[in-house]
T-cell receptor
Framework: AQTVTQSQPEMSVQEAETVTLSCTYDTSESDYYLFWYKQPPSRQMILVIRQEAYKQQNATENRFSVNFQKAAKSFSLKISDSQLGDAAMYFC??????????????FGTGTLLAVQP | NAGVTQTPKFRVLKTGQSMTLLCAQDMNHEYMYWYRQDPGMGLRLIHYSVGEGTTAKGEVPDGYNVSRLKKQNFLLGLESAAPSQTSVYFCANGEGLGETQYFGPGTRLLVL
């Protein structure tokens, strides 16, 4: 069974600085998708970034980028120029490409990011 | 364009009571999901649907039932609520395999 591990329960960063959140996963599949979701205090789950495993190039979305290391099964999220609005719980998630009918997301336990002014 | 909406936002139940959580989408996606989120844990899949009239069990289905009579709605039912079902419930939808899932705002349920 696939698992997702986020080893940093909490992180803190100064405004305008850069922070990296770690995520590792375990799977025997070669084709899959990885996601980072942000959950602010409002509890809404917001997609931050998505990576297809077959793509070598790391995904980027404005100030958010990932370091995808397929062989190491590592998928870290880098937030550049951190802003107060980035403060939230961040979840790493995995899904098989050929997951049968479930297409379910497997979540890590989350990293709570605090941004200091 | 509301995306995925959930009703109610918050509810308190007594043990043994029943209730239904409603998820509605205006995105015309085939797949819909119900997750629960507990402290210190990621989201876990309760039930899901791959299209109108279909439902299937997820990771933690016990104590819940679902129905998908219309494509745009996915209902989650608790027949006899238990304190262990105190949680935050999220509905999500998706276009299909490999596609991103979009989440509703969540429903906080407290069972006393």
């Amino acid at each position: 069974a696939q698992t997702v591990t986020q080893s940093q329960p909490e992180m803190s960063v100064q405004e305008a600085e850069t922070v990296t959140l770690s995520c590792t996963y375990d799977t025997s599949e070669s084709d899959y998708y990885l996601f980072w979701y942000k959950q602010p205090p409002s509890r809404q789950m917001i997609l931050v970034i998505r990576q297809e495993a077959y793509k070598q190039q790391n995904a980027t979305e404005n100030r958010f980028s990932v370091n995808f290391q397929k062989a190491a099964k590592s998928f870290s999220l880098k937030i550049s120029d951190s802003q107060l609005g980035d403060a939230a719980m961040y979840f790493c998630a995995y899904r098989n490409h050929y997951g049968g009918a479930t297409n379910k997301l497997i979540f890590g336990t989350g990293t709570l990011l605090a941004v200091q002014p | 364009n509301a995306g995925v909406t959930q009703t109610p936002k918050f509810r308190v139940l007594k043990t043994g009571q029943s209730m239904t959580l409603l998820c509605a989408q205006d995105m015309n996606h085939e797949y819909m999901y119900w997750y629960r989120q507990d402290p210190g844990m990621g989201l876990r899949l309760i039930h899901y649907s791959v299209g109108e009239g279909t439902t299937a069990k997820g990771e933690v289905p016990d104590g819940y039932n679902v129905s998908r009579l219309k494509k745009q709605n996915f209902l989650l039912g608790l027949e006899s609520a238990a304190p262990s079902q105190t949680s935050v419930y999220f509905c999500a939808n998706g276009e299909g395999l490999g596609e991103t899932q979009y989440f509703g705002p969540g429903t906080r349920l407290l069972v006393l």
